[in-house]
C-alpha cells in the first residue's frame, strides 16, 4: 500500500502533521480537587441557595477582577439581562451592540425588551468602534453593550469616552475575557458593570454559569433584588419588592468553580507565549493579517487566538476550505467565527422579536461593513484550548498553516 505524503494536506489524502486529534489539550481540566470540592458540598447538607461557597467564590472573583462586587448568577446570558435591568433598561430603549459577538450579547438586549442596536467593529481588532458607535447614537440610546471579543480587550478609553459624552453607561461583555487588563486594569471593572460566563468552553469553566461584577453598590443590590426573586438585599423575608426571577448559581458549581481559579495562571501564560510565536509566524504569511497590537492592552485572556484570512493572496483559496484543511491536520481546532451575522438571523425578524421590543428589524447590514468582510470573508479563530501546548505544539500550527499554502492550488480544484 501506498503510505500517503506528508506534504500532500490531510484534506486530499496526504498524511495529517499528527496523526490523530490531540489528546493532550483537554478541555475543561479537572481532577482531585474538583472531586473534594464536589464532595465537600454533597456533604454540606447544602447544594443552593446562596451558601458558603457562592459567598466565597463572589468575594475571590471580585478580587480576581478588581471590582467592588461579584454576583455569581446561573450564566454569562442572563448576567448581561441582569445588569440591563438593574438599570433600569427595557421596553422602548435601544442598546448599542457590535454584531460580531455570540447571540447571547442579543438575546439578552431583547429579553429585557429593549432594541440592540448594531454599530460596526474594528477590521484590525474584531471589538466595536467608537466611531461607530457615537453615529449609532439616538434619544432612545441607554447603554453601550461592547464586547472583548475572544478576551482582548475593546479600546475601553475611546468607547468609556463616548459613553461619558452622552451619559450613558458602558457595560463589558466579558464572557469570554477572564483576567484580561487594559492598561494594567482587569476587566470587570472598567465601565458600569461586566457580565462574565463559566460555560463549559470558557478558561473559567464551571461546565455552566456566569457573574457580574460591578463597583456601584446600588446597582448590585438592585441585581442582587432582581437574581434572587425580586426579595430585599440582603433579607430573608419572601417578599418581592421588585420584579425577579431565579438566577442563583447552586453550590456545586461555585464550589469547582473555586477550584479553577487556582489553575487559570499557568494556563495564562500558555496562552500567551503560544499567541506571540502566532503572532510572529503567521504575521509573515502574506495571506493572514494579525490582530493590532496596542501596548494598552497589558494581558490577554486568548479565549481565541483571532486572525484574518485572505483568500486573494492563497489563489482564492475559500476560507471554508482553508479551515477544514488546516482542522485536517489535527494540530488545533480552528474556526470561520462569527460567520453568519447576527442580522441575519431569523430571531430579529420573528414576531416575538416584536411583541418583546415593539419595534419592527431592521437589516443594517449596509452601515456594518467591516462585520460583512470579517463575518463572511476574512474572520477565524483558534480555540483557546489548542494554546495550551509547547513550543512545539504551537510551531505545528505553523507548520499546518504553510502545508495548507503550499496545497492551496489542489484544494481549490479538489473543493471550491
Ligand atoms: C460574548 C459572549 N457573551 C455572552 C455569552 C453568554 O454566556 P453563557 O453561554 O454563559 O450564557 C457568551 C457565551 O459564549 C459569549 O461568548
Known amino acids: 500500500m501506498k503510505t500517503p505524503s506528508i506534504k500532500k494536506a490531510a484534506l486530499l489524502g496526504g498524511e495529517p502533521i499528527l496523526s490523530k486529534k490531540p489528546g493532550h489539550f483537554p478541555w475543561p481540566v479537572g481532577g482531585q480537587q474538583e472531586k473534594e470540592a464536589v464532595r465537600r458540598v454533597l ?15 463572589a468575594a475571590k472573583y471580585a478580587e480576581f477582577c478588581q471590582a467592588k462586587h461579584a454576583l455569581p448568577v446561573i450564566n454569562g446570558t442572563t448576567a448581561i439581562e441582569l445588569i440591563l435591568r438593574g438599570l433600569g433598561i427595557g421596553y422602548g430603549d435601544e442598546v448599542i451592540v457590535p454584531p460580531y459577538t455570540f447571540t447571547a450579547s442579543v438575546h439578552a438586549i431583547v429579553l429585557t425588551g429593549a432594541t440592540p442596536v448594531f454599530a460596526d467593529i474594528e477590521l484590525d481588532t474584531f471589538c466595536l468602534s467608537a466611531t461607530a458607535v457615537e453615529k449609532a447614537i ?16 475593546f479600546d475601553v478609553d475611546a468607547l468609556g469616552a463616548v459613553a461619558d459624552k452622552h451619559g450613558i453607561p458602558l457595560i463589558e461583555d466579558a464572557a469570554q475575557a477572564h483576567g484580561s487588563e487594559w492598561k494594567s486594569r482587569r476587566v470587570g471593572s472598567l465601565g458600569k458593570a461586566a457580565a462574565f ?6 478558561n473559567l469553566s464551571g461546565g455552566e454559569g456566569g ?3 460591578t463597583n456601584d453598590d446600588e446597582l448590585y443590590r438592585r441585581m442582587w433584588s432582581i437574581h434572587h426573586n425580586g426579595r430585599s438585599w440582603n433579607s430573608a423575608d419572601m417578599t418581592s419588592v421588585c420584579l425577579g426571577t431565579n438566577a442563583r448559581l447552586a453550590e456545586w458549581q461555585c464550589a469547582i468553580l473555586l477550584e479553577q481559579m487556582k489553575r487559570p495562571d499557568t494556563c495564562f501564560e500558555a ?7 502566532l503572532d510572529d509566524a503567521l504575521g509573515k504569511m502574506p495571506f493572514v493579517s494579525v490582530m ?24 482564492n483559496l475559500p ?76 510551531d505545528r500550527i505553523i507548520q499546518a498553516f504553510e502545508k495548507v499554502a503550499d496545497n492551496a492550488e489542489e484544494l481549490k480544484h479538489a473543493f471550491a
Request: glycine share 8%; net charge positive.
Open 319 to 394: 476560507r471554508s476550505v482553508f479551515v477544514r484543511a488546516v482542522q485536517a491536520e489535527y494540530v488545533a481546532d480552528i474556526s470561520e467565527g462569527y460567520c453568519q451575522p447576527i442580522y441575519e438571523m431569523e430571531m430579529l425578524y420573528s414576531d416575538d422579536f416584536k411583541r418583546m421590543t415593539g419595534r419592527t428589524f431592521e437589516n443594517p447590514k449596509e452601515r456594518l461593513p467591516n462585520n460583512e468582510t470579517i463575518a463572511h470573508k476574512e474572520g477565524c479563530w483558534i480555540y483557546q484550548s489548542s494554546l495550551l501546548g509547547t513550543d512545539d505544539d504551537t
Open 211 to 213: 457573574a457580574v461584577t
Open 138 to 153: 439616538t434619544p432612545r440610546t441607554r447603554a453601550i453593550l461592547g464586547v472583548y471579543v475572544g478576551g482582548r480587550p
Open 43 to 57: 456533604h454540606s447538607g447544602k447544594w443552593g441557595t446562596l451558601g458558603k461557597e457562592c459567598a466565597e467564590f
Open 271 to 277: 496562552r500567551s507565549r503560544a499567541a506571540a510565536r
Open 292 to 315: 493590532k497590537k496596542d501596548e494598552r492592552i497589558t494581558r490577554n485572556s486568548y479565549h481565541l487566538y483571532c486572525f484574518r484570512y485572505h483568500a486573494e493572496a492563497l489563489g
Open 197 to 202: 460566563s463559566f460555560q463549559n468552553s470558557k
